[in-house]
Protein backbone atom coordinates (compact mmCIF):
# COMPACT_ATOMS: atom_id res chain seq x y z
CA UNK A 1 0.00 0.00 0.00
CA UNK A 2 1.26 3.80 -0.98
CA UNK A 3 1.58 6.13 1.82
CA UNK A 4 -1.38 8.40 2.39
CA UNK A 5 -0.54 12.32 1.16
CA UNK A 6 0.88 14.25 4.46
CA UNK A 7 -2.20 17.42 3.77
CA UNK A 8 -4.72 14.58 4.17
CA UNK A 9 -3.29 13.51 7.13
CA UNK A 10 -3.26 16.91 8.48
CA UNK A 11 -6.25 17.62 8.09
CA UNK A 12 -7.94 14.47 9.72
CA UNK A 13 -5.14 15.72 12.79
CA UNK A 14 -6.41 18.98 12.87
CA UNK A 15 -10.16 18.18 12.56
CA UNK A 16 -9.88 15.74 15.18
CA UNK A 17 -7.85 18.58 17.33
CA UNK A 18 -11.08 20.91 16.72
CA UNK A 19 -13.71 18.13 18.39
CA UNK A 20 -11.39 17.47 21.30
CA UNK A 21 -10.61 21.54 21.90
CA UNK A 22 -14.24 21.55 21.94
CA UNK A 23 -15.26 18.19 24.50
CA UNK A 24 -12.11 20.28 26.70
CA UNK A 25 -14.06 23.98 26.32
CA UNK A 26 -17.34 22.85 27.40
CA UNK A 27 -15.98 21.51 30.60
CA UNK A 28 -15.07 17.81 29.92
CA UNK A 29 -13.02 16.77 32.75
CA UNK A 30 -12.23 13.56 31.33
CA UNK A 31 -8.33 12.70 31.03
CA UNK A 32 -8.91 10.51 27.99
CA UNK A 33 -9.71 13.79 26.40
CA UNK A 34 -6.28 15.32 27.74
CA UNK A 35 -4.39 12.60 26.42
CA UNK A 36 -5.87 12.11 23.07
CA UNK A 37 -5.02 16.12 22.64
CA UNK A 38 -1.38 16.23 23.42
CA UNK A 39 -0.91 13.09 20.91
CA UNK A 40 -2.86 14.81 18.62
CA UNK A 41 -0.78 18.29 19.04
CA UNK A 42 2.87 15.74 18.96
CA UNK A 43 1.45 14.20 15.86
CA UNK A 44 1.32 17.38 14.12
CA UNK A 45 4.59 18.54 15.51
CA UNK A 46 6.13 15.33 14.02
CA UNK A 47 4.71 16.31 11.04
CA UNK A 48 6.38 20.21 11.24
CA UNK A 49 9.46 18.64 12.14
CA UNK A 50 9.51 15.75 8.81
CA UNK A 51 9.50 12.87 11.38
CA UNK A 52 5.70 12.00 11.00
CA UNK A 53 5.97 8.00 10.75
CA UNK A 54 9.13 6.83 11.89
CA UNK A 55 9.52 4.70 14.56
CA UNK A 56 10.59 6.43 17.99
CA UNK A 57 12.43 3.61 18.33
CA UNK A 58 14.52 2.78 16.07
CA UNK A 59 13.55 5.27 13.19
CA UNK A 60 12.37 2.56 10.77
CA UNK A 61 9.11 4.06 8.95
CA UNK A 62 5.96 2.15 10.83
CA UNK A 63 4.00 0.31 8.48
CA UNK A 64 2.02 1.85 6.27
CA UNK A 65 -1.32 0.38 7.02
CA UNK A 66 -1.24 0.78 10.50
CA UNK A 67 -0.06 4.49 10.31
CA UNK A 68 -3.02 5.20 7.63
CA UNK A 69 -5.39 3.68 10.42
CA UNK A 70 -3.94 5.35 13.26
CA UNK A 71 -1.59 8.35 12.51
CA UNK A 72 -1.29 8.58 16.21
CA UNK A 73 1.36 6.26 15.95
CA UNK A 74 4.89 6.46 17.67
CA UNK A 75 6.25 3.03 17.09
CA UNK A 76 6.63 0.16 14.59
CA UNK A 77 5.61 -3.46 15.29
CA UNK A 78 9.10 -4.58 16.23
CA UNK A 79 8.89 -1.77 18.87
CA UNK A 80 5.44 -1.94 21.04
CA UNK A 81 5.65 -2.25 24.56
CA UNK A 82 4.60 -6.08 25.65
CA UNK A 83 0.89 -4.26 26.52
CA UNK A 84 0.67 -2.72 22.84
CA UNK A 85 1.85 -5.94 21.37
CA UNK A 86 -1.24 -8.14 23.64
CA UNK A 87 -3.76 -5.41 22.83
CA UNK A 88 -2.88 -6.52 18.92
CA UNK A 89 -2.77 -9.78 19.60
CA UNK A 90 -6.08 -9.46 21.12
CA UNK A 91 -7.70 -7.67 17.97
CA UNK A 92 -6.02 -9.85 15.34
CA UNK A 93 -7.85 -12.83 17.29
CA UNK A 94 -11.13 -11.19 17.01
CA UNK A 95 -10.46 -9.93 13.41
CA UNK A 96 -9.57 -13.45 12.34
CA UNK A 97 -12.91 -14.88 14.17
CA UNK A 98 -14.85 -12.03 13.22
CA UNK A 99 -13.92 -13.16 8.84
CA UNK A 100 -14.28 -16.70 9.54
CA UNK A 101 -17.50 -16.01 10.28
CA UNK A 102 -17.83 -14.32 6.92
CA UNK A 103 -16.82 -17.75 4.76
CA UNK A 104 -19.22 -19.80 3.19
CA UNK A 105 -19.09 -23.33 4.08
CA UNK A 106 -16.52 -25.54 3.13
CA UNK A 107 -18.97 -27.67 0.77
CA UNK A 108 -22.03 -26.06 -0.71
CA UNK A 109 -24.05 -27.22 -3.45
CA UNK A 110 -27.62 -25.76 -5.64
CA UNK A 111 -29.43 -26.79 -8.62
CA UNK A 112 -26.83 -28.57 -10.46
CA UNK A 113 -24.04 -27.31 -8.89
CA UNK A 114 -21.66 -27.60 -5.93
CA UNK A 115 -18.52 -25.92 -4.55
CA UNK A 116 -15.48 -26.48 -2.34
CA UNK A 117 -13.02 -23.71 -1.66
CA UNK A 118 -9.45 -23.81 0.65
CA UNK A 119 -8.74 -20.39 2.49
CA UNK A 120 -5.22 -20.14 4.08
CA UNK A 121 -4.36 -16.28 5.37
CA UNK A 122 -0.71 -15.39 5.52
CA UNK A 123 -1.03 -14.33 8.94
CA UNK A 124 -3.77 -14.17 11.32
CA UNK A 125 -6.27 -12.12 9.13
CA UNK A 126 -6.42 -12.39 5.06
CA UNK A 127 -7.33 -9.60 2.49
CA UNK A 128 -8.53 -13.00 0.16
CA UNK A 129 -12.44 -12.63 -0.28
CA UNK A 130 -14.22 -15.68 -1.17
CA UNK A 131 -18.01 -16.51 -1.20
CA UNK A 132 -20.74 -18.45 -2.62
CA UNK A 133 -24.65 -19.09 -2.19
CA UNK A 134 -28.08 -19.69 -3.72
CA UNK A 135 -30.01 -16.55 -5.26
CA UNK A 136 -33.51 -16.23 -4.52
CA UNK A 137 -34.24 -17.50 -8.63
CA UNK A 138 -31.92 -20.52 -7.82
CA UNK A 139 -29.00 -19.39 -9.26
CA UNK A 140 -25.81 -20.08 -7.77
CA UNK A 141 -23.42 -17.24 -7.14
CA UNK A 142 -19.66 -17.06 -6.74
CA UNK A 143 -16.92 -15.19 -6.09
CA UNK A 144 -13.21 -14.73 -5.19
CA UNK A 145 -11.12 -11.47 -4.86
CA UNK A 146 -7.78 -10.17 -3.63
CA UNK A 147 -8.16 -6.78 -1.23
CA UNK A 148 -4.79 -4.53 -2.23
CA UNK A 149 -2.29 -4.36 0.87
CA UNK A 150 -1.90 -6.69 3.69
CA UNK A 151 -2.60 -7.56 7.20
CA UNK A 152 -5.62 -5.94 8.66
CA UNK A 153 -6.05 -2.84 6.63
CA UNK A 154 -6.64 -5.25 3.73
CA UNK A 155 -8.72 -7.89 5.69
CA UNK A 156 -11.17 -4.77 6.44
CA UNK A 157 -11.38 -4.21 2.55
CA UNK A 158 -12.12 -7.44 2.15
CA UNK A 159 -15.13 -7.46 4.77
CA UNK A 160 -16.46 -4.11 2.96
CA UNK A 161 -16.55 -6.14 -0.04
CA UNK A 162 -18.41 -8.92 0.70
CA UNK A 163 -21.08 -6.67 2.53
CA UNK A 164 -21.39 -5.03 -0.80
CA UNK A 165 -21.62 -7.89 -2.84
CA UNK A 166 -24.08 -9.66 -0.58
CA UNK A 167 -26.34 -5.99 -0.43
CA UNK A 168 -26.29 -6.01 -4.26
CA UNK A 169 -26.89 -9.30 -5.28
CA UNK A 170 -30.87 -9.32 -4.43
CA UNK A 171 -31.12 -6.06 -6.66
CA UNK A 172 -30.79 -8.87 -9.55
CA UNK A 173 -28.62 -6.07 -11.45
CA UNK A 174 -26.39 -8.15 -14.68
CA UNK A 175 -22.74 -8.94 -13.53
CA UNK A 176 -21.15 -5.89 -15.07
CA UNK A 177 -23.72 -3.39 -13.56
CA UNK A 178 -22.71 -5.44 -10.15
CA UNK A 179 -19.40 -4.88 -10.13
CA UNK A 180 -19.76 -1.10 -11.99
CA UNK A 181 -21.62 -0.25 -8.95
CA UNK A 182 -19.37 -2.12 -6.26
CA UNK A 183 -16.53 -0.49 -7.83
CA UNK A 184 -17.85 3.07 -7.82
CA UNK A 185 -18.62 2.39 -3.65
CA UNK A 186 -15.10 1.43 -3.25
CA UNK A 187 -14.04 4.19 -4.90
CA UNK A 188 -16.29 6.84 -3.29
CA UNK A 189 -15.49 5.32 0.43
CA UNK A 190 -11.91 4.05 0.69
CA UNK A 191 -8.65 5.66 0.55
CA UNK A 192 -7.12 6.18 -2.71
CA UNK A 193 -5.06 3.25 -2.38
CA UNK A 194 -7.37 0.94 -1.78
CA UNK A 195 -8.84 -1.79 -4.50
CA UNK A 196 -10.00 -5.10 -5.36
CA UNK A 197 -9.67 -8.11 -7.75
CA UNK A 198 -12.56 -9.72 -7.97
CA UNK A 199 -13.72 -12.92 -10.12
CA UNK A 200 -17.79 -13.47 -9.80
CA UNK A 201 -20.46 -15.36 -11.96
CA UNK A 202 -23.44 -16.86 -11.47
CA UNK A 203 -24.25 -20.18 -12.34
CA UNK A 204 -27.73 -21.49 -14.00
CA UNK A 205 -29.03 -24.76 -13.37
CA UNK A 206 -28.58 -25.59 -16.60
CA UNK A 207 -24.64 -24.93 -16.80
CA UNK A 208 -25.32 -21.59 -18.02
CA UNK A 209 -22.12 -19.22 -16.28
CA UNK A 210 -21.80 -15.56 -16.77
CA UNK A 211 -18.50 -14.08 -15.00
CA UNK A 212 -16.96 -10.77 -14.35
CA UNK A 213 -13.56 -10.47 -14.12
CA UNK A 214 -12.03 -7.06 -12.63
CA UNK A 215 -8.20 -7.50 -12.51
CA UNK A 216 -8.09 -10.92 -11.04
CA UNK A 217 -6.38 -14.43 -11.50
CA UNK A 218 -8.48 -15.57 -14.92
CA UNK A 219 -10.79 -18.48 -13.94
CA UNK A 220 -9.76 -21.78 -15.72
CA UNK A 221 -12.74 -24.69 -16.85
CA UNK A 222 -11.25 -28.33 -16.65
CA UNK A 223 -13.14 -30.71 -18.41
CA UNK A 224 -12.57 -34.08 -19.66
CA UNK A 225 -11.21 -32.89 -23.12
CA UNK A 226 -9.63 -29.58 -22.36
CA UNK A 227 -8.43 -27.17 -19.45
CA UNK A 228 -9.23 -23.39 -20.87
CA UNK A 229 -8.89 -19.92 -19.15
CA UNK A 230 -11.79 -18.43 -19.08
CA UNK A 231 -12.25 -14.49 -20.80
CA UNK A 232 -9.74 -11.71 -19.99
CA UNK A 233 -9.61 -9.61 -16.70
CA UNK A 234 -10.51 -5.90 -16.81
CA UNK A 235 -9.52 -3.41 -14.28
CA UNK A 236 -9.47 -3.94 -10.28
CA UNK A 237 -12.80 -2.59 -8.73
CA UNK A 238 -12.18 1.05 -6.91
CA UNK A 239 -9.57 2.16 -9.14
CA UNK A 240 -11.47 4.56 -10.77
CA UNK A 241 -15.02 6.29 -10.02
CA UNK A 242 -16.73 5.51 -13.45
CA UNK A 243 -15.55 2.17 -14.34
CA UNK A 244 -17.41 -0.06 -16.85
CA UNK A 245 -17.10 -4.16 -16.54
CA UNK A 246 -17.31 -6.61 -19.06
CA UNK A 247 -19.00 -10.23 -18.90
CA UNK A 248 -18.38 -13.28 -20.37
CA UNK A 249 -20.96 -16.34 -20.82
CA UNK A 250 -19.70 -20.34 -21.05
CA UNK A 251 -21.62 -23.26 -20.59
CA UNK A 252 -19.92 -26.38 -18.55
CA UNK A 253 -21.31 -29.92 -19.09
CA UNK A 254 -21.83 -32.22 -16.13
CA UNK A 255 -18.83 -32.89 -14.24
CA UNK A 256 -16.85 -30.25 -15.53
CA UNK A 257 -14.85 -28.06 -13.23
CA UNK A 258 -14.12 -24.26 -12.55
CA UNK A 259 -11.24 -22.83 -10.26
CA UNK A 260 -11.12 -19.89 -8.75
CA UNK A 261 -7.97 -18.61 -6.92
CA UNK A 262 -6.30 -16.14 -5.74
CA UNK A 263 -2.55 -14.78 -7.04
CA UNK A 264 -1.47 -16.41 -3.42
CA UNK A 265 -1.69 -19.48 -5.41
CA UNK A 266 -0.13 -18.91 -9.36
CA UNK A 267 3.06 -16.29 -7.11
CA UNK A 268 3.77 -19.10 -4.48
CA UNK A 269 7.79 -19.97 -5.26
CA UNK A 270 9.81 -22.25 -5.04
CA UNK A 271 13.31 -22.23 -2.71
CA UNK A 272 14.84 -20.99 -6.04
CA UNK A 273 12.56 -18.33 -6.25
CA UNK A 274 10.54 -19.61 -9.53
CA UNK A 275 7.08 -18.91 -9.78
CA UNK A 276 4.24 -21.97 -9.20
CA UNK A 277 3.05 -19.65 -12.62
CA UNK A 278 -0.57 -20.82 -14.64
CA UNK A 279 1.09 -23.64 -16.44
CA UNK A 280 1.36 -25.14 -13.35
CA UNK A 281 -2.12 -24.69 -12.24
CA UNK A 282 -3.02 -25.80 -15.50
CA UNK A 283 -0.96 -29.12 -14.98
CA UNK A 284 -2.18 -29.41 -11.74
CA UNK A 285 -6.02 -28.65 -12.44
CA UNK A 286 -5.83 -30.96 -15.07
CA UNK A 287 -4.76 -34.27 -12.70
CA UNK A 288 -7.83 -33.09 -10.64
CA UNK A 289 -10.49 -33.44 -13.82
CA UNK A 290 -13.92 -34.99 -12.59
CA UNK A 291 -12.46 -34.84 -8.52
CA UNK A 292 -15.48 -32.95 -6.20
CA UNK A 293 -14.91 -29.78 -5.92
CA UNK A 294 -13.69 -29.77 -2.11
CA UNK A 295 -11.07 -32.27 -3.51
CA UNK A 296 -9.91 -30.30 -6.39
CA UNK A 297 -9.82 -27.08 -4.44
CA UNK A 298 -7.53 -29.14 -1.43
CA UNK A 299 -5.36 -30.86 -3.92
CA UNK A 300 -4.67 -27.31 -6.06
CA UNK A 301 -3.86 -25.87 -2.66
CA UNK A 302 -1.51 -28.79 -1.85
CA UNK A 303 0.29 -28.58 -4.62
CA UNK A 304 1.39 -24.92 -4.20
CA UNK A 305 2.77 -25.95 -0.88
CA UNK A 306 4.62 -28.66 -2.07
CA UNK A 307 5.77 -26.58 -4.46
CA UNK A 308 7.07 -24.10 -2.07
CA UNK A 309 8.89 -26.85 -0.44
CA UNK A 310 8.47 -26.13 3.02
CA UNK A 311 9.39 -22.50 2.20
CA UNK A 312 7.34 -19.02 3.82
CA UNK A 313 4.03 -18.89 2.55
CA UNK A 314 4.17 -15.05 1.54
CA UNK A 315 0.59 -14.25 0.50
CA UNK A 316 -3.13 -15.22 1.55
CA UNK A 317 -4.10 -18.01 -0.67
CA UNK A 318 -7.89 -18.62 -1.80
CA UNK A 319 -8.91 -21.52 -3.89
CA UNK A 320 -12.60 -21.65 -5.13
CA UNK A 321 -13.68 -24.89 -7.14
CA UNK A 322 -17.56 -24.90 -8.67
CA UNK A 323 -18.61 -28.25 -9.89
CA UNK A 324 -21.45 -28.80 -12.92
CA UNK A 325 -22.92 -31.67 -11.64
CA UNK A 326 -26.03 -32.57 -13.26
ZN1 LIG B 1 10.98 0.44 15.50
Known sequence: MSSVPESLVRDQLQTRRRWLSRAVETGAEDPEIHRL?????????????????LCKSCGDPIEQDRLAADPLLEFCLDHLS?????????????????????????????????????????????????????LPD????????????????????????????RALLPLGLRPEETAARA?????????????????CGWASPEGDVVLVNAGHVPPLCVGKEEVRWIGASGLPLGLFC?????AVEVTLRPGELLVLCTDGLTETRNPSGEEFGRAR?????????????EEAAAGLAAAAAAFRAGGRRADDLTVLVIQRTA
Open 138 to 165: GRFFFAVGDASGKGVSASLLMAQLHALL
Open 242 to 246: DQSFR
Open 37 to 53: LSAVDAALGRLDRGTFG
Open 183 to 199: SHVLCESTLPSHYATLA
Open 281 to 293: LEEAARALEGSPP
Open 82 to 134: LEEQRALEADMDLASRVQAELLPRRSLSSAGWRAGHVYEPAGPVSGDYCDVLT
